[in-house]
């Protein structure tokens, strides 16, 4: 059983953002289901500022670390829109996708 990682995230420390959401999504694919909804709260806690990486994450990765950022920027909710609006625009294959998600937090 692999070691769970609540509170292993202080998200008040200084960070590179980035370089921890990348440690975190890499842990993923060797996790068990325990680890990954661990994980998945590590992410969530740092809320808008992950917005970004997580939509990139949704756009470039497969499996279980698309499916995290997915859940991600679901459960951090009206903070997530607006990143997936402007992804969209630029990715036109990207759009149905955003437009999933938007509807996922909007509750449309």
Same mark, same amino acid.
């Given at each position: ?11 008040? /420390? ?55 950022? /997915? ?15 402007? /992804? ?21």
């Amino acid at each position: 059983m692999q070691a769970v990682l609540t509170n292993s995230v202080n998200v008040n /420390a200084e960070y590179n953002l980035d370089q921890t959401l990348e440690r975190l999504f890499n842990d993923l694919d060797t996790a068990d289901n325990m680890t990954k909804n661990a994980i998945e709260n590590d992410v969530v806690k740092f809320g808008r500022d992950a917005a970004d990486f997580l939509v990139n994450k949704v756009r470039t990765a497969k499996g279980a670390q698309r499916g995290v950022a /997915a859940m991600s920027l679901i459960r951090i909710g009206e903070d997530s829109i607006k990143p997936l609006k402007e /992804a969209a625009t630029k990715d036109m294959n990207f759009q149905w996708v955003a437009n999933y998600l938007i509807r996922e937090i909007s509750g449309r």
